[in-house]
């Protein structure tokens, strides 16, 4: 499998940033949308930065999708946060969010004071649920939604109640993943466009993963006397089962991935998450190792540079 970093940073996504910016000043609480099968991963680095103290409401959305025991455990570790409260919600039915303008106006009035109109910003990456969200909210189709990520390119300004707005912002990924099983994670779930990176690539890492965590429900999924230990041959023994064969009785492998990860992203295989805070910690730090090995390189390919030249 590759081990490449994922990018995919779309020009609008730049605008997005810095019209977030500028409005941020007028805002008094941030909603931010995570999905709840890749919780740390779909936490834009960049939008905690801009927010900083400001009251946050998280929303862990897709929970019918992720794991319940690491639902509450991602719940208690935002809330660890006095800034922050957490909820959990399938944002495609609309369950789970009724509450929301109130658990603004709490999240305000413990960090702030009170205050008769209460501004909420929603932000998040793409493809996380947040143009559902507001229309549920609105109880209409003010916002657009999709199945592929970046549908929403503009901000919007919507009155949900009397003394509740809402500022709807387009779906942002930052500059660079650091992170490669980050990366690796947000294509799985569909928040970077597939064509982004190799399907293959991207199946090979979900592979990994349900074969290591969730061996049963691929062999009852693609009904599997015996399951290999390795991605690559469990895509041939997928594909076969399915039928994604070409000339010559060859495997696909292209079509096969798309199809597991169709199966994936549907829930055909059932409720999952990838990551929990524990394993994010231990990534945190590999990460920031690897940053300053990086930088030390560059720092000695610098001064090598410097004495050729006094040489």
């Known amino acids: 499998m590759a081990t490449n970093q994922i990018q995919w940073y779309p020009g609008h996504m730049h605008k997005a940033g810095k019209d977030i910016m500028a409005m941020l000043k007028k805002v008094d609480v941030c909603i931010e949308l995570l999905d709840a099968r890749i919780p740390y991963s779909s936490a834009n680095p960049m939008l905690a930065a801009l927010r900083g103290n400001k009251p946050c409401l998280k929303i862990l959305s897709k929970s019918d999708l992720a794991n319940p025991e690491l639902n509450d455990s991602w719940r208690q570790f935002y809330e660890s946060d006095r800034h922050t409260k957490a909820r959990l919600a399938d944002t495609r039915k609309a369950q789970g969010i009724t509450r929301i303008p109130a658990l603004c ?32 909210l609105a109880g209409r189709n003010v916002a657009k939604t999709g199945d592929q990520p970046a549908v929403t390119k503009v901000q919007q300004v919507i009155e949900i109640e009397p003394g509740f707005v809402l500022l709807d912002t387009p779906g942002m990924l930052w500059p660079k993943v650091e992170n490669k099983n980050s990366g690796y994670r947000l294509a799985i779930t569909g ?16 592979a990994d993963y349900f074969i290591q965590m969730h061996p049963q429900r691929l062999t009852e999924r693609y009904n599997l006397e015996k399951l290999p230990d390795k991605n690559t041959a469990l895509l041939e023994q997928v594909g076969r089962r399915m039928g994604c064969l070409v000339k010559g009785g060859k495997v696909d492998m292209d079509r ?27 990534e945190l730090i590999e990460v920031n190792l690897a940053g300053e090995e990086q930088a030390k390189r560059a720092r000695e390919r610098k001064r090598e540079r410097v004495n050729s030249f006094k040489l």
């Open 105 to 136: 106006r709490q999240l305000y009035d413990e960090n702030s004071g009170s205050k008769s109109i209460i501004t909420a910003m929603v932000m998040g990456i793409p493809n996380v649920g947040k143009s559902t969200m507001i229309n549920g």
């Open 191 to 206: 928040a970077i466009r597939d064509t982004a990176i190799s399907h293959q690539d991207i199946a090979e890492f979900a």
């Open 256 to 282: 096969t991935a798309k199809v597991l990860l169709s199966d994936v992203r549907a829930g055909r295989l059932g409720r999952f998450t990838l990551e929990t805070p524990e394993l994010m910690q231990r």
